[in-house]
Structures are given as structure tokens and as C-alpha cells.
């Protein structure tokens, strides 16, 4: 497969991803600006902080109307959902023989649905343009599954989408690591756990929590349900198994492991080792910090290894 | 009287159109019209889009697409497919004669300083044997018809022919959406276009190709107006498509680069200009092209199609000397007829150029695509005026010919079946012997009265059936 084919599979997996991401995190903005308590407004402030857009806005009070312009139309800010859809049909339309004629229809389909939306007028419709990207993220992934050749090309784009996937949880926990710290075991206030309930929701994640640890929200199992858990997809460790997985596919067509497969095997051992509130002793910060880096590490190794 | 395609001189619907005939008079206009939209539908969903340059506006509008399609008889096959193979092969002698000894040139047939001094002239090419002696592989050859038996060359196609996905895209659609038609085997089918292709270009693969050739797909890139059908063909040839970055230059080889590491290619065709190729040898300010590319070329590492140079055969200026190419080099009559062409580089053709250039149909000789053209029955005033004052600055770079009674083809109107003005592109391939499938695109001018069927002037395109009887 053309080094530059693999490269755009990848990409134009994670661009899905991303969009779908940013589609979450502003209907995570949306439940926690209904609040009552106070301080609100720095929930914007932090969902821009995730997708490292904070400074596409003032200093002062952000709007929805700004998340609006900056999160879903802004051009040129590349955790924008316009932009992701646009870079997710561009890598495609470059690679479009290596898609099915399903997927590439997923992607080319209203692909400009949000060319020329004012702020105002996007955010008056903001849930329903957010569903629809939810509800295209998931058509393209269907007809990737069911349609699309399990060859190389299958596995980069599985291994990009995972690695989009496992930064976006590492970004939101970076962000809202300070209202997990384990100052009291037991949840507190209301805003606390509206918090917490918030992250959970952004990452579809609040009805499989309850199914893994029952109904008692802690810090340490909030935490490792995100990091280390195997069993739910969005979090870090369920998310490099699977890019190991599809990393070994790789391994066993191109001759042998590469420097990819040997730093997501040490990402692997570091949540292995992180279960059981280990991940509070070491530093759940750190541990994150130390998560972004490797992934970060292993995308440009697997660039490497694969001459993109 | 222009002579309209689906009538005879007394009105009556002729043979060759007598199945579209029924199918119209049971569909119904209303009926046809609404499949019409479907099928723009299918195409706007599958993507096939073609960007028009120096138009602002969508940049991939769709290419308009007219359901009701355009018939040969297997007579008028013949005879066309005669002339066309004809040509290309006349083509072809005449590039590699341009190479090597300039035999025509030494006759006193074609000037000198019209070949020596163009633009598309190639002296790296000089000496130089493709495999095969093929210089053009995909020769696309622009035929117009004013009478029933009158088929005439509008202009021939060297380097790198587009639009022959439409040819099999629209054919594909009217099966999908029409397969009653197609049921008698009526119509002789175009679909073994890519495999004949891929045919073709492995029989020119260079000395230094061992085994089965590896042939690929050199595309500018995604941006490129042509990129549908670069990714159309690729796919249906079951070859990669690649772009400049993809490959490189080694020990006298090209490379593409896999993941695997690199891949020896054998055999590029590509849909990209000669200045573009290769930084080395053609534009030192390219940024696309591969360096070295030519060099491998010609020490026989891999097989360029189109030839670099090719496009010397194809110019305007040149264009006036195939008939003579066919006689010098073939030793026969050229089946297909030129039209008659005036040559403002010379002072006789000029000055009657400038008079009556409101009834002729003025080109610039490096233009294509329908633009830096003039209609001159259809400009303004000021336009023929605006017009003649570019060839007074530059007459060499102009040729006019008189305004042709384009024949009209049946194309569905709001209300009815309306005549239009129509050009026909079939497509030669050249391998080590040629091959021609029976068929080709037609272009149809949707605006009435309009002689200019170019896509990127709002032309747009339908079926071309060749009857099997």
C-alpha cells in the first residue's frame, strides 16, 4: 500500500474522530452551563482549553454563540467540526479507491453542511447540528465495518481513529483532573458531581459506568474507569488494545514489529499497572501527562515506520 | 440546413434512432424528465464532479448530464473507426519522425520553424526510442459532423485525453437506470475500456521491466479538475494512483514509495503536463514533478504515457499538416477530413482572417478547453474587435476556421425534445497494436444555437451508442 494512502486512512480517522469528540464536548459545555452553581462560564472556557482552542476567544464571558463560531464553523481552528469534516473528506477523496463507495457517499454526503452558517443562526439549531455529526461519525464507521477490505489500510485508519480517541479522553481528564483529586472520598457538593457526571456524559459514559462500579461515583474509580478499565471504548486502555491489535496486523505484513509496537506496549504496561487506585499514587496527572506524550511519540514512530 | 441526427430529410425518425424513438414516445417527456433528476442525483452522491478553471463559483459542479442518448449506425462505425485509427497511427509516425530524422520537415512538407520552434517541441526527446516507437498511447481525436456522410476533425488529442470516464459513467447509469434498453443487445458495449487500457500500457513497458509490468496512475493531485476520473480509471485498472511525492528516483529506476518500502514501477501513465514531470530537465520551479524521472525514461528504467513531447503532434499549428502526415507516412487518403483552416502566421490567411472574422470561429493555437476562443457570429461587436486586435499582436499564435453547421442531436428540453449542437470524442489506444472500443463521449452544447459543447463553458455530456447491426 502507497505510504501516502496509509497516511491519509489514518488521518481521515482521526478528522471522524475528532469531529465526533468536539461534538461531544460541546453538549458536555451544554449540560454543565445549566447549572445553578456559579462559575459556569469557565466550563466553556475549559471545553475550549480540551480542544486547545482558548485562544480563538476574549478574556472575557464566552457565549454559545462563540462556541458556535470557534468549535463548529471556525475554519481555521482544527478541533472545528467544519474543519474536521472538511480534512476527513479531503484525506478521503485523496485515497477515495481505497474506500468503499459506502463510505466515501458517509463522507462526501453534506460535507458542507455548515459552509456559510453564521454563529447566530448555528447556535439557535446547536443540539440538532450536534446529533448529526454524532449520527455521520457512526454511518462512516458502519460502512467501514461492514464494507471495507481487512487489509493495511483497515488497520491504519483503526489505529488512527483509536489514538484520536484515547487523546481526547487524556485531553478532557488533563483539563478536569483538579475536580478528581481525591481531597474526600465521598462525592461532595452538587457541583462536584455534576462534574463528574458531565465528563462521564461526554464520553457516553455515565450509564456503563453505573453498569461497572454500581451507582457510587469516586474519584479513583471515575478515574480508573477512564484510564485503565478494558471493557469501555472511549477509555485509554481499551483504546491502545486496540491500536495494539491493529499495530500487530501491520507487524505480521511488513515483517516484524516496529518502534510503534514497542511504545504502545510500554503505554499498555503503564495502565496495566495503574489499576486499583495506583493511578492516584503515582500522580493521576502525570500519568496522563505521561499518556499524551507517548501516544504523541507512537503516532510519529508509526509515521515513521510506514515511510509517511 | 443543419442536419439534425435523429431525422432523415423528409422528418422521419432514422433507423439507427428508432429504438430511442419508441422509448421517448413511451416514457413521456414528464416521465424522462424526472429520471433525469434521478440520475443527476446518482451522480452528484457518487462524486463525479469536474472543476472548471478560472470560474469562481462551486469547485466541483457537477458536469450536466442529458439522458437521451446519441446513435451511430454500425456503418457510420466503420467508416469513423477507420479514419480514427487512421490517424492516431499517422500521429504517432509523425512523432517519432519529429525525434529522429525529420523526414517530413526534409520533404518540404511541414515548416521547419513550426515544429523546431514550438513550444510543445521536446529536444530532450531527440534520438530517443519509446517502446513500442509509441509516443501517444490514448490518442483522443475531436470529430465533428455537418451532413449525414460529412465527419470532419475539430482538433486531435496527443497527451492526455480526458473525459473517458464520462463515456463510461454515463453508459453505466443508463444501464443501471434503463437496462430494458440494452436487453436486445442492441448497443455494443464500451465497459472493457480500462481493461484494453491496462493492455495497452503494459505492452509498452520499458526493457528494464522484468515479469509483469507495474503500472500506476500519476495524478496531480486531488485539486485537480480531472481528478475523478484519474481515481476512476486507477480503480477500475486495479492499478495505484499516485502523486509526485509517491515516488522517486534510484539507481535508474522509479520508485513508489508502500509501506512495505519501495516498489519498483514499471509503466506510468500519467494525467500530468510535461513541464511538471521532472524539476530536472523541464521546470526547475516545480514543485510538483519527480527529479530524475526523465533521465530513467530514457535509459529505459520505465515507460512514460504519454510521451514527454507528445504534445507537438496535437497543436493547432500543426494541425493543418495531418492530412499530409497521412499521405507521406501511410501512403493512403485520409478517411476523416480536416477543416479548412486559415493560419494567421501567414500574411494571405491573416488578412482575410481580419476581414471576415465575424463569420469564422478564431482559436488561439496553445489554447484548449474552449477558452481564448472566438465565435465570431455570436460575439459582439466588440468582442470581434477585442479579438482581432490579440491576432494583430501575435498572428502566429492564432488560426481561424469557418463557422460549421454543426449537426444537432435529440437532448431533452423542459417541454420536449429539443436539437442541439453536438462533437463526438472517441478515444485510440496504441500499444503495440491499437485498440478502439466503439463508442466515445459525446458533447452536447445545452444552450440553444450554441456551437461550444467544452464543459468548462457549460457544454454537458450523454451516451454514445453504436449499434451492433
New interface residues.
Given amino acids: 500500500m502507497l505510504s501516502r494512502t496509509a497516511e491519509n486512512l489514518f488521518w481521515m480517522a482521526r478528522y471522524i474522530e475528532r469531529a465526533e469528540s468536539t461534538a461531544r464536548l460541546i453538549t458536555m459545555g451544554q449540560r454543565m452551563a445549566v447549572l445553578p452553581a456559579s462559575g459556569y462560564r469557565d466550563e466553556w472556557r475549559s471545553v475550549l482549553r480540551v480542544t486547545d482552542s482558548e485562544s480563538r476567544v476574549g478574556p472575557g464571558p464566552i457565549t454559545e454563540e462563540d462556541i458556535a463560531r470557534v468549535l463548529l464553523l471556525d475554519p481555521d481552528n482544527p478541533a472545528s467540526i467544519q474543519t474536521c469534516l472538511v480534512r476527513a473528506r479531503g484525506n478521503g477523496k485523496s485515497v477515495r479507491t481505497k474506500l468503499t463507495q459506502e463510505m466515501w457517499e458517509a463522507l462526501n454526503l453534506s460535507w458542507r453542511r455548515f459552509e456559510g452558517l453564521r454563529p447566530a443562526e448555528a447556535r439557535n439549531d446547536l443540539p440538532a447540528h450536534i446529533d448529526w455529526v454524532k449520527t455521520r461519525a457512526s454511518v462512516f464507521r458502519g460502512a467501514a465495518e461492514t464494507g471495507m477490505l481487512r487489509h493495511a489500510g483497515h488497520d491504519f485508519m483503526r489505529i488512527g481513529g483509536a489514538i484520536e480517541r484515547a487523546q481526547m479522553t487524556l485531553r478532557l481528564l488533563e483539563v478536569k483532573y483538579y475536580v478528581l483529586l481525591p481531597e474526600t472520598d465521598v462525592v461532595g457538593g452538587g457541583r462536584d458531581h455534576y462534574q463528574w457526571t458531565s465528563v462521564l456524559h461526554a464520553l457516553s459514559g455515565s450509564r456503563a459506568y453505573h453498569h461497572v462500579y454500581g451507582g457510587v461515583y469516586t474519584p479513583a474509580r471515575i478515574a480508573d474507569f477512564l484510564m485503565v478499565n478494558r471493557t469501555f471504548p472511549r477509555s485509554v486502555a481499551y483504546c491502545v488494545d486496540q491500536a495494539r491489535t491493529h499495530l500487530a496486523h501491520l507487524a505480521r505484513a511488513h515483517g516484524g514489529p516496529t518502534r510503534c509496537h514497542r511504545t504502545a506496549f510500554e503505554i499498555y504496561r503503564l495502565l496495566k499497572e495503574g489499576g486499583d487506585g495506583a493511578l492516584f499514587d503515582r500522580g493521576l496527572h502525570e500519568t496522563v501527562q505521561q499518556c499524551i506524550s507517548l501516544i504523541n511519540r507512537l503516532a510519529s514512530e508509526l509515521a515513521e515506520a510506514y515511510h509517511f | 440546413m443543419t442536419f439534425y441526427e435523429m431525422h432523415d430529410a423528409v422528418g422521419a425518425t432514422r433507423d439507427c434512432y428508432a429504438e430511442v424513438q419508441r422509448w421517448i414516445d413511451a416514457t413521456g417527456i414528464p416521465g424522462l424528465q424526472r429520471r433525469m433528476e434521478e440520475a443527476e442525483a446518482i451522480f452528484r ?3 463525479i464532479t469536474f472543476a472548471v478553471y478560472g470560474e469562481g463559483g462551486d469547485p466541483e459542479r457537477l458536469i450536466p448530464f442529458d439522458l437521451l442518448p446519441r446513435v451511430f449506425s454500425r456503418l457510420e462505425w466503420q467508416r469513423l473507426e477507420q479514419g480514427i485509427r487512421q490517424r492516431a497511427q499517422a500521429l504517432n509516425a509523425f512523432l517519432y519522425d519529429v525525434y529522429h530524422r525529420g523526414e517530413i520537415m526534409r520533404a518540404g512538407l511541414i515548416p521547419q520553424e513550426l515544429v523546431y520552434g514550438n513550444a510543445a517541441y521536446r529536444p530532450e526527446m531527440i534520438g530517443f526510442d519509446p517502446p513500442g516507437r509509441v509516443y501517444s498511447h490514448i490518442v483522443g481525436i475531436d470529430i465533428v459532423r455537418t451532413a449525414p456522410e460529412t465527419f470532419e476533425v475539430l482538433e486531435d488529442n496527443c497527451r492526455t485525453p480526458s473525459g473517458v470516464s464520462y463515456m463510461l459513467e454515463n453508459r453505466e447509469i443508463m444501464t443501471r437506470m434503463f437496462p430494458e434498453l440494452f436487453q436486445r443487445g442492441l448497443v455494443t458495449p464500451v465497459d472493457n475500456y480500462p481493461a484494453l487500457l491496462l493492455q495497452t500500457l503494459k505492452e509498452v513497458a520499458p526493457p528494464a521491466c522484468k515479469g509483469d509490468p507495474v503500472v500506476v496512475l500519476l495524478t496531480p ?2 485539486l485537480n479538475s480531472a ?1 475523478y476520473e484519474h ?1 476512476f480509471l ?2 477500475l485498472m486495479g492499478i ?4 509526485p ?2 515516488l522517486f528516483v534510484d539507481a535508474g529506476r522509479v520508485w ?6 519501495p516498489t519498483a514501477v514499471d509503466v506510468i501513465y500519467r494525467r500530468i503536463d510535461d513541464d511538471y514531470l521532472d524539476p530536472l530537465v523541464f521546470r526547475p520551479d516545480s514543485t510538483l514533478g519527480v527529479p530524475g524521472l526523465f533521465h530513467a525514461y530514457r535509459s529505459g528504467g520505465v515507460t512514460l504515457c504519454s510521451a514527454p513531447g507528445s504534445g507537438i503532434a496535437d497543436d493547432k499549428a500543426i494541425y493543418v499538416y495531418v492530412p499530409e502526415m497521412i499521405r507521406f507516412y501511410l501512403g493512403e487518403e485520409p478517411v476523416l477530413a480536416n477543416i479548412p483552416t486559415w493560419q494567421c502566421g501567414k500574411a494571405d490567411d491573416l488578412a482575410y482572417v481580419l476581414e471576415h472574422l465575424g463569420e469564422l470561429v478564431a482559436k488561439e493555437v496553445h489554447g484548449s478547453g474552449g477558452y481564448g476562443m472566438l465565435v465570431g457570429p455570436h460575439a459582439t461587436p466588440q468582442a470581434v474587435d477585442a479579438f482581432a486586435a490579440r491576432i494583430r499582436a501575435n498572428p502566429g499564435g492564432y488560426i481561424a476556421q469557418p463557422t460549421l453547421d454543426l449537426s444537432t442531436v435529440p437532448t431533452l428540453g423542459p417541454a420536449e425534445v429539443v436539437r442541439r449542437h453536438a462533437d463526438f470524442r472517441p478515444y485510440c489506444l496504441v500499444g503495440r497494436r491499437m485498440r478502439l472500443v466503439p463508442g466515445g463521449l459525446t458533447r452536447v452544447a445545452l444552450t440553444e444555437g450554441s456551437l461550444v459543447v467544452n464543459s468548462s463553458q457549460g457544454g454537458g455530456v450523454k451516451d454514445t451508442w453504436v449499434l451492433r447491426t
Fill in positions: 452522491r457518487i462524486g493531485g486531488s481528478y481515481s486507477a480503480d495505484e494512483l499516485v502523486e511525492v509517491d513508489m514509495k508502500t509501506t512495505a518500502g
